[in-house]
């Protein structure tokens, strides 16, 4: 769960400026996704250093590119939920989606 101190930065104008440059610094593609050979749009800015209390003002955490990381929703999902994400749906032999029980 998010503190207050990090919402309230998610959403400042130098967070939306660092966000979107470093985005189209990587060509808005996945970065894990890439290193494997798969073209897929990059969907969040992932911090590799994690926010957390202790780091909330320090720009080389908050506001570098070095601590920066496109990645598409799954890879994001596995980067902080792993194996807790619990798919829905599959899809079938047919290539019908179907939802699981």
């Keep these: 769960m998010r503190n207050p101190d990090q919402v309230a930065f998610y959403h400042t104008a130098a967070w939306k400026k660092c966000r979107d440059s470093y985005a189209a610094s990587v060509g808005n593609l996945c970065e894990r996704c890439a290193a494997k050979g798969i073209i897929r749009t990059g969907d969040i800015v992932h911090h ?27 890879c994001h999902n596995q980067e902080h939920y792993g194996d807790q994400i619990k798919k829905r749906y599959y899809v079938d032999r047919e290539g019908k989606v179907q939802i699981k029980n």
């Design 48 to 74: 590799r250093t994690y926010i957390n209390p202790e780091n909330i003002n320090d720009p080389s955490i908050l506001l570098s590119h070095d601590n920066l990381e496109l990645l598409c929703l799954d």
